[in-house]
């Protein structure tokens, strides 16, 4: 009988890519800050507040293109309600900023404006723990990471797949969508959350705390980037491309494809949520709309520009399509929808693999 060989571990990084991990940690945290405090705003190696503030939005979407890309990419799941867990970390984050107003609103009152404005007495009992910063960044993992889990569970016991596994997230992100809108239930309705003053007493709207969420989301970034890739690396990432390309063999390898996805997808959600709660301070505001079934579409289309089945496709993607954006929307603002049609489509026509995929294959390598 011949032996079976396992294939060799692969190294988290090779040392190219730990090479550009570095030079992306640098130039983050070191010379992205550097160009935007200490070189004179006149001079053409000056980086402007906006562009600073623009690049960690477009950080913090691209961990959620990530997120996808684990999923999607290597687990074979198109999830079409990721927007849910990005607005629900960040409206964990948000109310924690609500508390952090104290008598600095508008009503000087202990309670958020909308709660004054709304007649409310005192504090819902969700909002129990906003108040402990602590308690905010584990209600920020928590909860996506529990709806996630709750809703995964019921969804791929009942074998709920393919086409009919994305109406159904898209189906789940609307539903929440029209529930936060709603007055009662205490998350701002159609407003949401918006006019911060501090976060851990801190003042918001200062350079230097600007620029510590900007490091903070980089690190994020690349640490969670580090985690994908040992993630797809290990046994645990090869079961996940095997449920990709022939689940029913996986499970009839002896294998539950239960536990596989939900793990994954699980670990997904929260990192959409981590992505959240960076992003409601830097931008200043979080309502329902961060919810809409268009949102989570983007972070699809993200993934699929830059190449799903990677894991750095996603945020080259990511970067891509919102850096276009953000120049169509004041260029040609009538045009962006169907700017962003087109561009899904002819990728899913003519760059199936993304970007990524293109660069590989005209470097003669395989996509």
Known sequence: MSNISLPTPQPLLTRAGWAAWLSALIVLCALVPVLNLMVPEGSVLHLS???????????????????????????GILSLGHGLFFALGGYAMGMYLMRQIGLDGNYKSNLPDFMVFLDWKELPWHWALSGSFGATLFLVVAVPGVVAFVFGYFAFRSRIKGV?????????????????????????????????KRILDIPIATTSMRMTLFVMTSVTLLLFFLLARWLVGSKFGRVLQAVRDAESRVMFSGYSTL??????WTISAMMCGVAGALYVPQVGIINPSEMSPANSIEIAIWAAVGGRATLIGPIIGAFLVNGAKSWLTVTYPEFWLYF??????????????????????LKGGKA
Do not use: H
């Open 164 to 196: 009919y596994f994305s109406i159904i997230t898209q189906a789940m992100t609307f539903a929440a969508m029209l529930l936060f809108f709603r007055n009662e239930t205490g998350f701002g309705g159609n407003n949401g959350f918006t006019d911060f």
């Open 340 to 361: 962003l049609g087109a561009l899904f489509i002819g990728v899913t026509l003519f760059l199936p693999d993304g970007v990524v995929g293109l660069i590989k294959k």
């Open 259 to 264: 536990g596989y996805k939900l793990t994954i």
């Open 49 to 75: 507040d906006f562009a600073v503030a623009l690049t960690a939005k477009i950080m913090c979407y691209s961990i959620c293109a990530l997120a996808m890309g684990l999923i999607w990419g290597y687990t």
